[in-house]
């Protein structure tokens, strides 16, 4: 996908939960979040020249620290960030800069998605298409979450999850296979 399709998709997924375009462009720190993480992210992958890549980053960093304090949102541009993202609520979201997020995901306000374990198992989440993630939920580890999750509030996710799976608690367990659909 080209940036401008990506921009285009989360701004279709902000539109269906409401909003003009107004409101969504001036007024949704989320999606200024997102619309910062896109553009910072497209040139974290085209340049791979050394001295070029400093320079992004002089440009760029100030622009995300800014949008990071205003927002409460931290995306660096190196996470990998499927189409159709979509922050729910303001503030208190940290995600690793080794990050993957599948298509049409998500997230609510003070979630974590950071490194955990010892040896080979530490790492950083793996998170894949149409997964839901409550409000202020820790996602950490070498763990890989399934298609179609859906991770209630206030969970400690440590142990991998399979698709199609309800997840909640601390630490979090398995209590329904009905997924996401309908949450997302």
Known sequence: MTLFAYIKSDYKKYKKYGGNFFIIVLFTQGFWAIFQYRIASFFYKKIKIQPFKILMQLFFLPWQKTIEIVTGISIPASAQIGKSFYIG?????????????????????????????????????????????????VLAGKITIGNNVLIGACSLVNKSLPDYSIAGGVPAKIISDKGSIGYI
């Open 89 to 137: 609520h303001f503030g208190g979201i940290i995600l690793n800069a080794k990050t993957i997020i599948g298509d049409n995901c998500n997230i609510s306000q003070g979630v974590t998605i950071g490194v955990s374990g010892i040896d080979e198992n530490r790492g950083v989440p793996i998170i894949g298409d149409n997964v839901y993630i409550g409000v202020n939920s």
